[in-house]
């Protein structure tokens, strides 16, 4: 697999993480094992701005993006600060 080809996977597995079809509920290996942690590290460190942008998509649940935001370390302020917009009290 490419480097655009693992993004691109790892870009197509939040995607599911943030509609909200993978949650710790429904798939707590994705948690427990680091999955989602890996995949958001690889987006955040080659694409920040896909991934910041689909954090903003209210399209998206927000119990999805907030899993997904849990899981940030590089965009965190910004992700928080998105998040936070539509719900002040958001982590605080």
């Known amino acids: 697999m490419t480097g655009e080809e693992g993004l ?16 710790p509920d429904t798939h707590p290996w994705a948690f427990d ?3 989602v942690q890996f995949a958001v590290a690889r987006v955040e ?36 600060a998105i998040l936070r917009r539509e719900r002040p009290d958001y982590l605080r």
């Open 45 to 80: 460190q080659d694409d920040p701005a896909w991934l910041l942008a689909q954090l903003a998509d209210r399209g998206h649940p927000f119990d999805g993006r907030a899993n997904v935001v849990a899981a940030t370390h590089q965009v965190r302020a910004e992700a928080l």
């Open 8 to 23: 691109e996977h790892d870009r197509a597995f939040l995607r599911r993480v943030l509609a909200g079809v993978v949650t």
């Open 33 to 35: 094992e680091d999955v």
